[in-house]
């Protein structure tokens, strides 16, 4: 018998996976270096950042948590 899983359950499982998993924290930490490096001279606020194909949205949620304004869309 197979298992069944829900859009729900699958979207919280990939969250996760984006949350914890070492290759997504890796690249998140290195986005986030290259991105304060780059706009280390503004305010954080001002910095529009359009991640187009943000997956579950993790790194945008992290983005808006350092202060960012961050938005982001996935097909």
């Avoid at 829900?6 to 997504?24: A, D, I, V």
Wanted: glycine share 6%; with cysteine; aromatic share 20%.
């Amino acid at each position: 018998m197979s298992k069944t899983i829900t859009p729900k359950k699958q979207h919280q499982l990939m969250y996760e996976m984006e949350k914890n998993f070492f290759w997504f924290t890796s690249l998140r930490e290195n986005e986030k270096y290259f991105i304060s490096k780059y706009f280390k001279n503004r305010n954080k606020e001002s910095v529009d950042i359009l991640d187009a194909g943000c997956g579950t949205g993790y790194f945008v949620f992290d983005l808006k948590k350092d202060g960012f304004n961050a938005k982001g869309f996935d097909y």
